[in-house]
């Protein structure tokens, strides 16, 4: 009954699961052993889960051997970033000071909707440190690596989760996407990852960063995983007071119904300035396979991203207030030193950003009316080399650890969904993401792009030959 699943998809593993061809304990003892020969090179777990993964595929296969129905994730491995609370370990947030916490007392409520759809967790992901970071870099726990050159970035903060995945250790893992972090590290790793509308899935059980620009969201290496596991989070929670009181939409059902009448336009301005050629290359690839030659501008888009960063520091400076007081020396110097200066920001800026928050929302709202679905890079570059401070993109050096997020910022600032897919050019090692981004609550019109792309081989996430 062995079969090879390393190459499998989550949906392929349940598949498997469900067909008799594997049982659920092999995938799992099949994961746990790729994570223990890899790990060490990758740097994407930091705590891994293995007796209560083999308890729960046990559970699984003694279901199966019943006859009772399984989920549709049966028996699939996966792992979250370790800012989700898990049950009998301290939530890190890729901190020092939080290790000191007590364990968790109920994994996060998103955990616990994949493992009653059957997924299986194996551990907690590696991640930048209190999630303020686009690098995949920890100096804690040392950096999360690329797998497809360890010499070069995750990207973060889900460094770890984008590790995990392109490495071949998982087929799925949960990320965080505050100003970018689950489709930077998708982008540099070259996998697919879904950040939902802001206030779609619940954050109960998560530690924060920026409450009013935090989501969760899934990363795979296909976009049949993402809709399942999207469609597996989906519903109301109680504990998560800032969810919005919109009706679930599963994506799955409506996810291979083509693209023929959907309205597509590339990004312009901003979203076309300031890159390597490879990034406006990757989006002209995907407009060429899509039919699409229009071009729209979003008005603002820079100032929106300043906007953002703003609210950022002064909001992740307020929630680790009392921390940098007692702890100040425990934090990554970086950290500390972003969230005291957004400590220090004059609030009359704060509340000029809010405004402009509104006002930008409406100009996203009025283009959505004349367009069903945009296309953007989801990083400006590659990735960088691991502990790189520079890059040079047009003609201006530029700081890597902010600007990795230089477009995907401006989305995130008003919460709209967007499917980051993987894009391969010109023969390099290196992958390079585009952004799908869709109006407030059309998860579904951004994946069956992504799906389509996918099923034509515009767009892919082989799993790392360097793992």
């Known amino acids: 009954m062995t079969l090879a699943t390393e190459d499998l998809s989550a949906a392929e593993i349940a598949a498997a699961v469900k067909g008799g061809k594997t049982s659920a ?36 296969d003694a279901a199966g051997a019943k006859g009772e129905a399984l989920g549709p994730l049966a028996g699939a491995p996966f792992a979250v970033k370790n800012l989700f609370d898990i049950a009998g370990l301290p939530t890190r947030a890729g901190s020092k000071i939080n ?16 493992q009653a759809a059957g997924a299986i967790l194996v551990g907690a992901l590696n991640m930048g440190e209190y999630a303020y970071d686009f690098t995949g870099e920890n100096i804690h726990d040392g950096p999360s690596r690329n797998p497809h050159d360890t010499r070069y970035m995750s990207g973060g903060s889900s460094g770890g989760s984008g590790t995990a995945v392109a490495g071949g250790l998982v087929p799925l893992a949960l990320g965080s996407d505050t100003n970018g972090s689950i489709r930077v590290p998708s982008s540099l790793c070259g996998i697919f990852g879904l950040k939902p509308t ?50 679930p939409h599963p994506v799955t059902p409506s996810l291979d119904e083509g693209i023929g009448r959907l309205r597509i336009a590339t990004l312009g301005g901003y979203f076309a300035e300031t890159g390597e050629p490879a990034a406006f290359e ?49 934090f990554d110097p970086d950290v500390r030193d972003r969230l005291i200066a957004g400590a220090m920001l004059p609030g009359a ?55 990795l997020g230089l477009f995907t910022q401006p989305i995130s600032f008003i ?53």
């Not at 304990?25 to 990758?42: D, F, M, P």
């Not at 000029?352 to 930008?360: G, L, M, N, V």
């Open 349 to 403: 800026w704060i509340v000029k950003a809010q405004k402009f928050r509104s006002w930008f929302r409406a100009q996203a709202a009025a283009l959505f009316k004349d367009v069903d679905v945009l296309l953007a890079p989801a990083t400006p570059c590659r990735a960088p080399r691991l502990g790189q401070k520079t890059m040079v993109l047009g003609e201006r050096e530029m700081l890597v650890r902010p600007n």
């Open 198 to 247: 802001y206030g779609r899935l619940s954050r109960a059980r998560s530690f924060p960063f920026v409450a009013s620009l935090d989501h969760l969201g899934p990363m795979a290496r296909s976009v049949a995983d993402l809709a399942l596991a999207y469609d597996a989070m989906l519903g109301a929670d109680a504990d998560d007071p800032a969810q919005a009181d919109v009706a």
């Open 282 to 330: 990757a989006v002209a690839r995907i407009a060429k396979a899509l039919g699409v030659e229009r071009t729209v501008e979003l008005p603002e888009a820079e100032r929106a991203r300043a906007a953002a960063y703003l609210i950022t520091m002064a909001e992740g400076a307020a929630l680790h207030l009392d921390r940098l007081r007692a702890r100040a020396t425990d």
């Open 415 to 467: 919460g709209l969904p967007v499917a980051s897919v993987p894009v391969w050019t010109g023969g390099e090692r290196l992958p390079i993401g585009v952004q799908i981004i869709a109006a407030p609550w059309r998860e579904d019109l951004a994946l069956r792009v992504a799906r389509a792309l996918e099923a034509r081989g515009i767009v892919s996430a082989p799993i790392a030959k360097a793992a």
């Open 99 to 114: 290790r000191d916490l007590p364990p968790a007392a109920a994994d996060a409520t998103l955990t616990q909707r994949l």
């Open 25 to 60: 304990r092999e995938v799992v003892q099949a994961a746990l052993s790729r994570i223990e020969a890899h790990n060490g090179a990758l740097g994407a777990f930091t705590d891994v889960t293995a007796t209560r993964a083999l308890a729960k595929a046990d559970a699984i």
